[in-house]
């Protein structure tokens, strides 16, 4: 009997990692299509410029979340680098050095959020349990790409000479 349930819980885990495998190649494939498609060109046909046309008697009101042309021509730049506009109202207004400062702050971070994580994957039951899950290091590993920003925008005002 003992043989049996334990043959059945092999089973059942031998199931589960088919499982989990089925679903990382579904989530794969999902990924992969809707990164294609993002940079497909747009699909026209005859129906959609049809339904594009305006109509003559449908009024044009303007949208409210519609950006005016002098906002959008403010994000477009000629040259090497972006004005410091683009950064916002508040980051355009930060020196490059406390950018790049907040970036290594982040990407340590991150570092040490991923570095902690590891090692309490290591803990015996940890991954079976969910132990290893902290809160403050799933929030620490957004220092990454903030990290990646924060060096970006450093490297914006510093081309500026901010």
């Known amino acids: 009997a003992l043989y049996a349930k334990r043959n059945l819980f ?3 885990n031998n199931n589960n990692n088919k499982m989990t495998k089925f679903y990382i190649l579904i ?3 999902a990924l992969i299509a809707t990164t294609v498609s993002a940079f497909a060109p747009p699909k026209t046909s005859a129906l959609t410029r049809a339904s594009q046309a305006p109509v003559a ?4 009101r303007p ?9 959008e021509d403010s994000m477009f730049w000629e040259g090497e680098y972006p ?6 109202p508040v980051m355009s207004k930060m ?12 990407l340590g971070a991150c570092f040490y959020s991923c570095v902690q994580s ?3 994957q290591q803990v015996p039951g940890a991954v079976a349990d969910g132990t290893w899950v902290k809160w403050y ?3 620490m590993g957004f220092g990454g790409p903030f990290a990646w920003g924060f060096h970006v925008a450093a490297w914006i005002q510093r081309k500026n000479g901010m």
């Open 27 to 29: 989530l794969a494939a």
């Open 95 to 106: 020196p490059s050095g406390v950018l790049a400062i907040l970036s290594i702050i982040s």
């Open 57 to 60: 008697f449908a009024p044009v």
């Open 83 to 88: 004005p410091s506009k683009v950064l916002g």
């Open 63 to 71: 949208s409210a979340l519609a950006m005016s042309e002098e906002a």
């Open 118 to 120: 590891n090692a309490l």
């Open 10 to 12: 092999e089973n059942n």
């Open 137 to 139: 290091y799933i929030l």
